[in-house]
């Protein structure tokens, strides 16, 4: 199982920035597949925006043209800079990964955007 660590969550005003962080403990090169996930109470998890090894984004409608996700293979870090945002981006956010048929989660870190 691949551990993962978030970071670089807040309390940020609407229209403000913030950059979320994980640290993988394995090598991102051998990592098909990185990301952020997010969940509000009562609601399902739900994909912010993914990235492959070879750099193909995806993202969720919402956060199109706001975020923008990143990997640096070299520290094994994954980035989600989250730009212009909304009360409706509130939620504890997650990292994911898929490696050799076990799916792993960090622990979370809290986004709260005040309007």
């Known amino acids: 199982q691949v551990q993962l660590v978030e970071s670089g969550g807040g309390l940020v005003q609407a229209g403000g920035s913030l950059r979320l962080s994980c640290a993988a403990s394995?090598?991102?090169?051998?990592?098909?597949?990185m990301g952020w996930y997010r969940q509000t109470p009562g609601k399902q998890r739900e994909l912010v925006a993914a990235?492959?090894?070879?750099?193909?984004?995806t993202y969720a409608d919402s956060a199109k043209g706001r975020f923008t996700i990143a990997r640096d293979n070299a520290k094994n870090m994954v980035y989600l800079q989250m730009n212009i945002l909304k009360p409706e981006d509130t939620a504890d956010y997650y990292c994911?990964?898929?490696?050799?048929?076990?799916?792993?989660w960090g622990q979370g870190t809290r986004v709260t955007v005040s309007s």
């Open positions: 994911n990964t898929y490696y050799l048929g076990v799916n792993s």
């Open positions: 394995k090598s991102l090169s051998t990592l098909n597949y």
């Open positions: 990235i492959t090894r070879g750099d193909s984004t």
